[in-house]
């Protein structure tokens, strides 16, 4: 039986936000006077792309979810979550509301500025609208975003640099404030939902019905939320040297939202303006994609798509297994398929050794890192490959061609990490170089001057 009138809620729809902590999306949710509901959705048309069936970020956001369903549930506050398309599950949610005489009056979530969260925004705009649902959005994945950091002209910055220096000009005190949303939860009555007899959230979908597996080592790959202050207050000496713990390694929480951005900053901007120098290149990142995103999948510059790639493929296994012969390129893939992760500058390294010596497309690294990093971030990952492959907004000129040997010489000269990952090093195990570093890099300069200076 039917209530004879319907109750309106608010939803929270979570997406990079996985936090109840300094959330701006959940904090509107609250304010709009109506029971709040969390709601999450594993998407299929992200998860079918994902040949592992044991990735860890997929389980990693599915531990995530029941940690914040139990925290939730001590304000009383349900979470609801899908598997499925997203636009069919939201025509599901409110077909089971309505005949439970209850009516989605708001859904709020946090932007977000890749081509495909977009598409899907605007897609879910008329969704909601043809059925009377107010859709909003608001920032919290970045510290500013869109149209807040400009040229004079109105045009959006491509050059870190300047775009640096105005977004430190444009920031203020509430774009770092924390989020009052634990507060507001603390104070919310959600008794509704305790005693509403014909609507309860179903159990979260096992990551078994979704075609998927804990991995054995998650608890080993994934790292701390939480960074100590003297990590940062080192940063800047230490962020290049991969055998040593001197990166934040916050990257995983800051992709999926368990830990906040302002948050980050405001302990970073104590500690380290090198390590917030970082934060605002993420912003920066974010900002190219979504006012080029032609620059997801496409040279920012598009001269460089002319590049004749070489695009062998058995350099490419070479360099996806870290059988390169080059230790420190090797050691950086070894340690990305073991574990999800990479050393910055080994990012780097690896990206120009792909690029410039094995003249093989940067998609292809670009979807190597997509398949395999924990931290995998659409935008920051393809701003680095195109910064390495030259063709990017802020690029390194074509002619900068990473020398793998002096890198190491630079940042591993004990060869502590590369003995890490690559215990053969040394012997006669290990293989010669599949290609010369001095031919490789003229082949590569001469390949991008051809390609470019054509008319």
Not at 52 to 61: L, T, W
Not at 194 to 217: K, Y
């Amino acid at each position: 039986m039917k209530h004879s009138h319907s109750q309106p809620i608010a939803i929270h729809w979570m997406r990079r936000d996985l936090r109840l902590q300094d959330n701006r999306a959940l904090v509107n949710a609250l304010k709009s006077g109506h029971p709040v509901i969390c709601c999450f959705i594993f998407d299929r048309g992200i998860l079918d792309l994902l040949q592992n069936k044991r990735d860890r970020r997929v389980a990693f956001i599915h531990r995530e979810l029941y940690r914040l369903q139990a925290e939730l549930n001590d304000y009383g506050t349900p979470l609801l979550v899908g598997y499925g398309s997203v636009a069919d599950i939201w025509t599901q949610w409110m077909e089971d509301f309505t005949a439970a005489s209850i009516k989605i009056s708001e859904v709020h979530t946090a932007r977000d500025y890749e081509p495909y969260a977009q598409e899907r925004d605007r897609s879910m705009a008329e969704l909601f609208r043809k059925h009377k649902v107010e859709f909003k959005g608001v920032k919290d994945s970045v510290i500013l975003e869109k149209d807040e950091v400009l040229k004079k002209d109105g045009l959006p910055y491509t050059v870190f640099t300047p775009y640096s220096r105005k977004w430190k000009e444009a920031l203020r005190d509430h774009d770092i404030l924390e989020a009052n949303s634990i507060e507001l939860l603390a104070v919310s009555d959600n008794r509704f939902f305790e005693s509403h007899d014909h609507w309860t959230a179903p159990e979260i979908p096992s990551l078994t019905s979704m075609g998927f597996e804990t991995p054995s080592d998650l608890d080993v790959c994934i790292p701390s939320p939480h960074i100590d202050s003297s990590r940062l207050e080192q940063y800047a000496e230490q962020r290049d040297f991969p055998a040593v713990a001197g990166t934040s390694r916050l990257s995983l929480h800051l992709r999926f939202g368990t830990v906040s951005i302002r948050a980050a900053y405001r302990q970073g901007i104590e500690a380290s303006e090198k390590w917030v120098m970082e934060l605002i290149w993420r912003d920066f990142y974010q900002m190219i994609v979504y006012h080029f995103p032609h620059a997801a999948k496409d040279s920012f510059r598009p001269a460089y798509d002319r590049i004749p790639w070489s695009n062998d493929e058995e350099h490419f296994a070479a360099w996806c297994a870290g059988k390169t012969g080059y230790p420190i390129v090797d050691a950086g893939m070894r340690e990305l398929l073991a574990t999800g992760f990479m050393h910055n500058r080994v990012r780097m390294v690896v990206a120009s050794f792909l690029c410039k010596h094995l003249l093989i497309d940067w998609r292809w690294g670009e979807q190597h890192f997509a398949a395999h990093l924990l931290d995998y971030d659409l935008a920051s990952n393809v701003g680095g490959w195109q910064w390495a492959a030259g063709c990017g907004c802020d690029a390194a000129p074509y002619f900068r061609v990473f020398n793998p040997t002096a890198q190491q010489a630079k940042f591993d000269r004990q060869a502590t990490y590369i003995q890490k990952w690559v215990p053969e090093y040394g012997t006669s195990a290990y293989p010669e170089p599949i290609v010369e570093h001095a031919v490789a890099r003229v082949k590569a300069i001469e390949t991008y001057k051809a390609a470019l200076q054509k008319d």
